[in-house]
């Protein structure tokens, strides 16, 4: 807490300050594998730090909009990778943005670009910050200095379109802002990536981010109506339409352009009415191939689960969701509009079928859960029929983030990476990585680590399989050691030509794994539309392009 | 028939040359309304034709696939708009291709656009030439001469992945040549557009056409795994994925790019299970706004029926659905997998919550359908449940097109166009374009004409009313009555900032609204991009950009 009573966000790891473990916690989980510190890094203060001096300073008319505070510079130079939480824990501050910007109308951003245009300045567009690829981080070479733009003091709920089920957002509005305002009229937008209590609407379109439907409306991108971009060259608004064929769509350059094109400032988006019927059950399987065929079938039904994830047996196990060595898969239906037992009757029939065995809790029937009931956030919106598993997956998937700091402090990498692939290569894919990444593991740290993985989100033609390494560096070496075990995932991934990632975007740390994904003439043209929008090249330099 | 026993496409109108209407036939369409023309315009053989020599010759290397024969050219002349129609029937043939290439491998599409880029001359991707936008004619201004470029021949389902459920199918395939190849495997694209049997799919996915699904998965962008676009500056070929968060999504670049950025050569597309089970049933409603509030409600269910069609009283009553001044609503739901009686019976359910009264058959249940029995095409694909509207309605719309040549030979302007706006502008829309657009015809034709309207696909936040015009046109001024009607259509929807095109593309005729609706900065880079992949400027010139 700070002295105003104001709940804080940590400068250096995952979330709220009066979140992270403590001393005592970090050394408890010393003990999970061989080769941990006893003793966890000490967390340095912001004082503490050795910032450069800032390059470059506010012009007077924008200098209520920025700040050069080293609490502002330090909680904006990077985002929350394991890398990131690394290097901010041995306070190796070496590129903090010059300057912070917080505008708080959309002609501020405007502003704010033209100045940076004209001055040479770099402009990284900040959300919630809980970026993993390195998007929000830049050295800034090359330019006068660099400004951290930070849009969350533009989060309003400016419009709600209750017939048409639509709402206007402002793009700095994180998670938990939007969905209290959208809450007031029954709604919700109902995307709920991990990161939801600290990524911003304008993120989650940035990025492409993938939510908490594990089917059929996966990325944020199927929830756009209309976006409104303002880019160095002027703004762009597209017209709120469900559906369109005039021409290549004008949102979709827009999702996933990273910061590098333009500002997302606002965005129509396709909100929902709050579910009132939820089921969901666990079904164990003894073989992967099973488990995997089931899903499998279940992604081609057309039943469309709004949950269907599967762990592995060291996730599983990790989460709690079983210690006995089986695959789990966790499914959950809702609706607004009509009870989902048949649905969940008909998912678990075909899990069964594969040689699924469901969790007692599954043969249980919904009730309806009022929507002022519901609670807010992914680990328990107003679900009222659940199994130990589920919960326990639930539970560990918010906190897990802040136990990857504590494994940080005590020399553990621990750190994520996600792909898809179509459903021909799902196994193969799963063998290889688990199989070269573990020797990979052991070669270049010395000991066995953990590889788990789970599938996060599936489609009719493919799943989206998310792996976690755990392994004992030596301190000091973490950072040489997780980045050679990443370029050692990039490689197997593009060499199944698997996606370099499913939902986390490319930053600046996938960039060799997309520089061989995405063809060579693709990135020509995105690069001509880049020029014309962003002619000087200030937007997030180093990412994608 | 021709003298192989081939049947032979029309030169002038849609589809087969033996399915034209007669003129005893013509003459009885000549009674619908006042001021129709007794005497059916003859139809020109190519023979009478007096098509302007060709500017340019095959180079020797090329010969082998290219023609410059009257027939050729005749054909690959206009879409088959009601304006191409009449422009035919008149001899009307200024701007002809001056030759037709008819590519048979990919590397041969490589060559004709270096040669064409080398020899200035425009190049027009032409598929099944079912545009009814003016997307592939091209008088070729400022070039050395117009090749179309016709991919028919390229028509081969190359691989199916029965795993994934996808195909990598050329985009030269016709629908009933890609689905007669499907079917071998018991798997469907299930993409229907009313252009079906006169369509391919580079031509779908150029201008991302709307298929037979009625919510959830409209357009044919949704069922795009992966593609390959030969540029004037090389090839483009994307990853196959289900999913990807991997930068701006190169597909979607080319999706709706209307042959401007490329030639799309095949396409891996997610495919399906035939369906076996199958349910339809109409409703009539007494009033368009309780009508209109059903099919929100549905649309808004998740129920996601396959087909949601509404048809106001004036389309029900062409149709045959409906004789008594009713709103009749058709609905339809499938599967693969498992029964569909209950979500058509909550489907029914929304539906009397409105007022709307299902007919007599909605009742019964459905039966299996063999995916061996199943039927080609959008109008028998094996419903085994429907009741006397829906099929009306089905048969009507296979035969329209032809009626429409058949209207316009006895001087009818007979066209439609199309459009998408959100619920809460979907009735002003309505009445706006009915009462403007009727209005409009009176003036300008002298006479009241018919101004029907169904919607052909819902979302939850929208719907795609699709209008047909119907009007006695004073002969020798057909044309321009109709582009005056046309641009009184564009400027009511530009004015509602509803979609100037819903899935009938651009091309040349919508280029007046669309400029409007895109964003100006957006064509910039999209023109950008072009200028990259296609320097020279000389993939379908005037389109677009």
Redesign the interface.
Known sequence: MSDNGRRDRSWWGWGWEDQALSDQECRSYAGLMEGLAADPMPVPTVADLDLPAPRVAAPASLAHLMADTPDERASHTYGKAYRDVVRALRGQMDSPPDLVARPRVEPDVADLLDWATGAGVAVVPFGGGSSVVGGVECPGDGFAGVVSLDLTAMNRVLEV?T????ARIQAGALGPVLEDQLRTTGHTLRHYPQSFEFSTLGGWLA????GHFAT?H??IDDFV?SMRVI?P??????????????????D???????GT?GVITEAWM?I??RPVHRRSVSVAFGSGSDAMSAV?AIA????YPANCRLLDPGEAGLAGASRSGEWVLVLGQE????PVD?EVD?LVDIARGHGGVPSPASTSTSTSASAAGAQRGPGGRGEVTRDGAAEAWRSTFLRMPYIRDAMARVGAITETFET?????RVEVLYESVTSEIGAAVTEITGRPGLINCRFT?V??????PYFTVIAAARRGSELAMWDEIKAASMDVLTRH??????????GRD?RPG?DR??????A??????K???DPAGILNPGV?I
Do not use: C, K, N
């Open positions: 379109d017939i048409s089920r639509a990025t492409r981010a993938g059929l996966t990325h109506e880019t060259a002027g703004p762009v608004e597209t017209w709120r339409l469900p559906g369109s064929g005039a021409g290549p769509s004008p979709r350059m827009f999702l996933g352009s990273e094109l396709r929902q009415d499998r081609q039904s057309g039943l609706s607004a509009h009509h048949t008909l898809a692939t179509t459903w021909d989100h489609y009719p033609d493919g799943a989206a030509r698997a996606t370099v990632t499913h939902h986390h975007a490319v996938h997309y994904q995405r063809p060579e003439l693709f020509a043209a995105l690069g001509a539309a020029a014309t929008l994608l």
